[in-house]
């Protein structure tokens, strides 16, 4: 069967939705607006005298509880792009050398364009037209998954009301993640420091590639609050809270700044609820909010998108 199938967006979703259709023998082309792949599994890479570190400003881990991705991860892990992240139980795992590696070999023979935002589809006799910013040509396709987080879904649905209405369900807290490195490796800090449900700004703080490279993630009420802050006061709030953790352990340590990046949309707080395909027309939506708030619940969701998608096209 040969169709003509646009998935948008380059996170987990996207590519578990183009991988699953290619196991059905359909070839489908990725869109994404961003500079990488990867969505929310965010990798910052930073070069210093020809030595290559990685921040992780999105996901810091994932894991594997369900039959296929457990595959995905196995086979990861056999060819050495994915490693077990600390001694947790249920596992966690890390892509190697980076998280964004482990997205670059499992995509490694798909058909993706980063850097090209989708802008509108509208029902077209049974297809779905589409046109992008970088092409800025109407485009035909017997089939479109839409993995963007449900609030920015929603402005692309105008001609498809029953999925509209399934984005409209979801909510999401979010997320400030402030980079941070050390002058030099720390000895007597620990890999990560996790604040999940305790007092404090933070929830998570963890080293990315090394031990030098960390990221600090605030917690939803200091992130919610902060998106319409001044951002320097925001960075001087967390930078304070890591140094008063950091110092008690190392206190000759210098940390400097990297950079902030606030997700609006960070984490699921409430997962959609109604159909997944339109009724009438070749399109569907996947991504974590249709799951659960992470990697593993987006890439199912995706292997789902595609199998409506499949099936709607026989
Ligand atoms: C700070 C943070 C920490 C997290 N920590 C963890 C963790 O430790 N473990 C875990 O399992 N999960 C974690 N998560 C959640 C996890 O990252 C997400 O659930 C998962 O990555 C979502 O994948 P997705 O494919 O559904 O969406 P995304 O990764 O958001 O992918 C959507 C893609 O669509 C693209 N896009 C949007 N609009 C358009 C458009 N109009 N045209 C083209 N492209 C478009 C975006 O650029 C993006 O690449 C974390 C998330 C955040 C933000």
């Not at 910052?44 to 457990?70: C, L, M, P, W």
Request: aromatic residues 14%; contains cysteine; proline residues 4%.
């Amino acid at each position: 069967m040969s169709k003509k199938i646009l998935i948008i967006g380059s996170g987990i979703a996207g590519i578990s939705s183009s991988l699953k259709l290619k196991s059905y023998g359909l070839e489908a082309t990725i869109i994404d607006k961003g500079n990488f792949i990867g969505g929310r599994i965010g990798t910052r890479e930073v070069k210093i005298r020809n030595k290559t570190y990685y921040f992780y400003h999105g996901a810091q881990f994932f894991n594997a509880k369900s039959d296929n991705f457990q595959k995905i991860i196995q086979n990861g892990v056999n060819k050495k792009y994915i490693q077990k992240y600390g001694s947790f139980s249920p596992p966690r795992y890390r892509g190697y050398e980076s998280m964004r590696n482990f997205l670059m070999n499992l995509s490694q023979y798909l058909n993706i364009i980063q850097n090209a935002k989708v802008c509108h589809l509208i029902p077209y006799n049974d297809k779905i037209s589409v046109i992008d910013n970088k092409s800025s040509i109407w485009q035909t396709y017997d089939g479109v998954i839409s993995t963007p987080p449900a609030p920015q879904n929603i402005d692309l649905m105008k001609g498809f009301p029953t999925l509209k209405n399934t984005l409209k369900t979801a909510s999401y807290d979010s997320c400030v993640a402030l980079m941070f490195f050390f002058d030099k490796e720390p000895k007597n800090v620990p890999h990560f420091f996790d604040y999940y449900n305790k007092q404090g700004i933070l929830s998570w703080m963890a080293a990315g590639s090394s031990l030098r490279f960390w990221t600090a993630h605030a917690n939803a009420t200091f992130s919610n609050k902060s998106l319409n802050k001044d951002r320097i006061l925001v960075k001087n709030e967390i930078l304070s809270e890591i140094k008063k953790i950091i110092y008690p352990f190392e206190e000759n340590l210098k940390i400097n700044f990297h950079s902030l990046q606030i997700w609006k949309y960070a984490r699921v707080t409430k997962v959609s609820s109604g159909p997944q395909i339109d009724p009438k027309f070749p399109i569907a939506i996947a991504g974590d909010f249709m799951e659960g708030p992470n990697v593993e619940s987006a890439f199912i969701s995706g292997e789902k998108a595609a199998d409506l998608i499949y099936k709607r096209l026989q």
